[in-house]
């Protein structure tokens, strides 16, 4: 068990591109071929994002490779999959979605301590360009200072 909690398979264009305003986190309902795969680390979230479909959410863009062992019975890589959340919670991220012009993007996925796959999910606004360079300068100068503050 020891190595499933190495597994966290994270989305590093998201906090570049957007901001990142709540944090959720939701089950997956994988098969299992799915779930064999992603225990090897066998995901990429690359332009992972949620949309609703009569009041469920979908995980659109994710990545699982095809388990290397599988037979004819190996799962499709980059299909819709669909997380398991509140209903309060899918009515909120829902109604923010659609009023605010928000989206929901996938931030990670891993596994926790009982073994089930988890994905965390943000609700999230888009940076426009100059946020994105003064994003960048924030990153840069808080670097230095605890660069500077280790010495």
Request: overall charge positive.
């Amino acid at each position: 068990m020891a190595d499933y909690k190495k597994i966290n398979v994270r989305n590093k264009r998201a906090a570049f591109d957007y901001e990142i305003l709540e944090e959720y986190v939701a089950g997956i309902v994988l098969t299992g071929t799915e779930i064999k795969s992603l225990r090897l680390g066998k995901a990429s979230m690359v332009d992972c994002y949620c949309y609703f479909d009569r009041h469920e959410v979908y995980i659109r863009g994710l990545n699982i490779s095809e388990y290397h062992w599988g037979t004819y019975n190996n799962h499709q890589p980059k299909r819709d999959r669909k997380l398991l959340l509140n209903r309060r919670e899918i009515d909120k991220l829902e109604r923010a979605s659609q009023d605010k012009s928000l989206t929901v993007v996938g931030l990670r996925v891993f596994i926790n301590d009982r073994g089930l796959a988890k994905v965390v999910i943000g609700l999230a606004r888009g940076r426009k360009s100059f946020d994105k360079r003064e994003y960048i300068k924030e990153k840069d100068a808080k670097r230095e200072m605890d660069r500077f503050m280790k010495r």
